[in-house]
Nanobody
Framework: QVQLVESGGGLVQAGGSLTLSCAAS????????MGWFRQVPGKEREFVAA???????YYAGSVQGRFTISRDNAKNTVYLQMNSLKPEDTAAYYC????????????????????WGQGTQVTVSS
């Protein structure tokens, strides 16, 4: 059973930084891609960032230039470095993984990912 465990969330002031981690129970290079999404109560889960096996990265326009996704295959971990945080970044952040052979990959679509973590809360105060 694939497990993804997020950590690193918390409370931070606007303008501050946080780094989220997603530890995978399997080798991260076994995954075609991994991504970060976020969700606030009453709204749909939205794409934040993704990284393919090749290292290609994708970002939502709202976080471009402020967030950085990376991975450490030796540690089976994916990271989301978040800088210049804004109150509107407040959400539960979820890690996701896509396995090979799952059809066409649309990096920003929730259904493109096969496995999900339980989420970690990020709260940015103004």
């Amino acid at each position: 059973q694939v497990q993804l465990v997020e950590s690193g969330g918390g409370l931070v002031q606007a303008g501050g930084s946080l780094t989220l981690s997603c530890a995978a129970s399997e080798r991260t290079f076994n995954y075609y891609a991994m991504g970060w999404f976020r969700q606030v109560p009453g709204k749909e889960r939205e794409f934040v960032a993704a990284i393919r096996w090749s290292g290609t990265t994708y970002y939502a326009g709202s976080v471009q230039g402020r967030f950085t996704i990376s991975r450490d295959n030796a540690k089976n971990t994916v990271y989301l470095q978040m800088n210049s945080l804004k109150p509107e970044d407040t959400a539960a952040y979820y890690c996701a993984a896509r396995v090979y052979g799952s059809g066409t990959y649309y990096y920003s679509i929730v259904n493109s990912y096969n496995h999900w973590g339980q989420g970690t809360q990020v709260t940015v105060s103004s």
